[in-house]
């Protein structure tokens, strides 16, 4: 790791040069936003992780998880690597090329400037892990939670754990959007899609039971958000997603794996969804791979262009 940032250090101009990003012409502008839960400041690797920020092409992260020892380790990258950054309170940051001009009412989310006259809000959460509803659906004892039996019971659990959350952040969302700029979400909501517990994903045994899960449910209906990833992947079977979780299973460790990791988006036509990438460990679950990925979540990566 001393190689790595000493390495940063000795060449600022470089990295400012290479990775801030500089005031451009208004008109048609290319945006990478990532959602990426680092796993307790860096998971297996501080100096991996900021590979990732790097190497992944990203523009905004959204970052959940970001303290390792009492020290945001994010923004910490960010200012190794001359870029922006905003600590959100509760381990969130926002780390970002563009200069981060300005925070939401609840500061939940971040104004950036991408020029002169463009800009966008990003929002970042990390929702309450526990209970998670698809370990006790599926017969996992975990954090003390009850099992659980059916979908009624699966999402009063997730309202009465997410519920408010939620909700706070849908409100300075829909007070940002008066504005008129595209919006960002990202985060870890520790809960999955209300577009991937599908009739059609039951069949496929990719599920226990169909389930619209609350959460992504009213940022769509109540927010007026777009999954990115399920946009450009529109089948649930064919593209499950899974951003939970690199780890391999074991004889002694099964997992349930699922797409709890997300890019959501907003703008009308002032804004192109054009791709949605995993970024992960070498193999098939990812579609950019880091021989050395450090964390234990998936990173989701969506790429637009603005106009």
């Not at 994010?74 to 922006?84: F, I, Q, T």
């Not at 309202?159 to 849908?170: H, W």
């Not at 994903?201 to 169909?210: G, H, Q, R, S, T």
């Not at 074991?250 to 002032?270: C, H, L, N, Q």
Request: hydrophobic content about 40%.
């Amino acid at each position: 790791m001393k190689q790595f940032f000493c390495s940063l250090l000795l060449l600022p101009f470089f990295f400012s040069h290479l990775s801030c990003k500089p005031k451009q012409e208004n008109g048609p502008l290319s945006l990478k936003v990532m959602s990426f839960n680092i796993w307790h400041g860096g998971g297996k690797s501080v100096e991996a992780t900021g590979r990732v920020f790097f190497e992944s092409g990203a523009d905004i992260i959204g970052v959940q998880e970001s303290f390792r020892d009492e020290k945001n380790m994010a923004v910490y990258l960010a200012d190794s690597l001359g870029w922006y950054s905003s600590d959100l309170g509760g381990g969130r940051s926002v780390v970002s090329r563009y200069p981060i001009i300005g925070h939401s009412a609840n500061r939940l989310g971040v104004k950036i400037q991408l020029s002169d006259n463009q800009f966008v809000w990003m929002f970042n959460v990390h929702l309450m892990y526990c209970p998670y509803e698809p370990y006790q659906l599926n017969g996992i004892h975990y954090c003390g939670a009850p099992l659980l039996a059916t979908a009624e019971e699966a999402i009063a659990s997730a309202l009465s754990t997410r519920k408010a959350d939620v909700e706070m952040n849908i409100s300075d969302i829909l007070e940002v959007r008066k504005e008129g700029y595209p919006i960002f979400l990202t985060g870890d909501f520790n809960e999955p899609s209300c577009l991937d517990w599908t009739a059609k994903a039951v069949e496929a045994e990719l599920c226990k039971l169909p389930v619209v899960w609350p959460s992504t449910q009213a940022f769509m209906e109540k927010g007026g958000l777009i999954d990115s990833y399920r946009t450009f992947y529109t089948d649930e079977v064919e593209q499950p997603g899974y951003t939970w979780t690199p780890i391999p299973e074991t004889e002694a460790y099964v997992e349930v794996m699922d797409r709890i990791d997300f890019v959501f988006y907003s703008g009308g036509e002032k804004i192109q969804l054009v791709n949605a990438q995993l970024v992960g460990e070498e193999g098939p679950g990812a579609d950019i791979s880091f021989a050395d990925f450090p964390s234990d979540h998936r990173a989701v990566l969506s790429s637009f262009v603005l106009f």
